[in-house]
């Protein structure tokens, strides 16, 4: 008798075969860095042609190309998780999941105020020794990263989309979805989440605080099977600091240094001192077993308990 024909097929419960295995992401980064040259070309000459068309030189004013310089760069990266997705086999519908039954959005929302909470306060830390040690560093990092001012209504529009949407969804299916799981199947499930969060954090100035962004938004995905909860705890974060920018914007020259040197920074380190002790229950509490099964891997029909439920 031939075993194969009694194999259930793979949408019947069965586990399905491991993508992660396949995927190679040591293209990733030429990859994103030449897809978003070629991008900006792109969007640039569409731009001018816009421009031309409207009678404006839209491409003349920075934050038009700021704006086509993001749009470029998530572009690029997403063209890379469609072409190196598919040609690992990954089901993207099964990667993503579906938001599960009974899940506590209040809770995951405390779980947010205290995650940004540590955050800040780590932020705030690093400044203000920064703010003695290098004051000109702080004030260039701080500088680049500042929410631009009084810009047009279309800049400030694609930078909602760029920070609320698009970033949460894509930075989530590569750091969560797809790194941590390809690292997890080669290194093992907890060095994998260490890696993806730490290199989830580099890439932002608030390398600390943003590494336990990651760290918590994957036990998120791995409590709840699916990137749909840990791309809302994304975006809602995203959306705090964008509007925060925004109401914070000042068309005066920044001088973040001198400011921070003045301020006395007790409240950040009180904000660490409160939030950590919480966040390290946290990730004490669901840090996965050695041998724990990748949210991808598992039946696709089972649901885990809420991540702040105990499991």
Known sequence: MNDTAATPAQGEGVAPDNPFQRLRTRLLIPWVIAGTVVLMIVLGALTEVAGLALGRNLWGNPATREIVAMFAGYGALALWLLWAGRRAG???RRLIGRVPDGHDWLI???LLGVTMAFSLGSWEVVAY???????????WLLE???TPPGGTFGHDLGWIVVGVLLAPVLEEVL???MLMSRWGVKWGIRTGIVVSAVCFGILHANAIGITVVGLVATILYLRTRTLIVPIA???????VATVAGFASGSDEPLDAAAVMHDTDGWYAFLLVIVSLPVLAWYLWRYW???DATLPYMGDASASDP???EPG
């Open 233 to 239: 705890f994304h975006a809602a974060n995203n959306a």
């Open 90 to 92: 990954i089901d993207f």
């Open 175 to 177: 750091f969560r979805g």
């Open 306 to 308: 809420s991540p702040d």
């Open 288 to 290: 996965p077993e050695r």
């Open 129 to 139: 020794t920064m703010s003695r040690l290098a004051p000109g560093l702080l004030t």
């Open 108 to 110: 995951t929302a405390g």
């Open 144 to 146: 680049a990263l500042a």
